[in-house]
């Protein structure tokens, strides 16, 4: 009976942990997608569309360098200005070294790397940090801190 109550106590223990990493890798995978549909529009040149990854607030943080922006508007206007303006392109981008963590059930955090190969072969890149936040219409960036390689 011992022998039995033990095994019992042991899977209840960890039946929680095995949860917990079901829900955290559910999350880590909503919030790939969203970066991965990123990808794809900045890639056809889309901003409108990429733009669909960030919260629609005047709320939304974009930390630049020594710029900071505030709002979606902001956000997609210093995007244009950057990539779409004249004389200037968008590239093709990629993602790397990707590092999500689950900070609540509505809440994750993503580190990673930016690529973007340009039609002259400068390969500009730096570091991201996102911060997300589950919304009813899904995971969306609240705050995203990016910096550029020197």
């Known amino acids: 009976m011992a022998r039995v109550a033990c095994i019992l106590l ?69 995007y244009r200005k950057r990539y779409q303006g004249e004389g200037r392109e968008m590239g093709t981008l990629a993602f790397e070294n990707l590092n999500i963590d689950r900070l609540a059930p509505t809440a994750a955090v993503m580190r990673g790397e930016w690529h973007l190969t340009m039609s002259d072969g400068k390969t500009p890149h730096g570091l991201f940090t996102l911060i997300f936040r589950k919304f009813p219409e899904g995971w969306k960036i609240i705050h995203d801190h990016t910096s550029a390689a020197e």
Request: with cysteine; hydrophobic share 40%; charged share 25%.
């Open 10 to 78: 042991i899977l209840c223990s960890t039946l929680p942990c095995l949860a917990q990493k079901d829900r955290s890798e559910k999350v880590k995978s909503a919030v790939e997608q969203v970066l991965n549909a990123q990808v794809q529009a900045w890639n056809h040149h889309d901003l409108e569309t990429f733009m669909r990854g960030y919260w629609n607030s005047p709320e939304l943080t974009f930390f630049s360098g020594d710029q900071v922006f505030r709002g979606w508007d902001q956000a997609l206007d210093r």
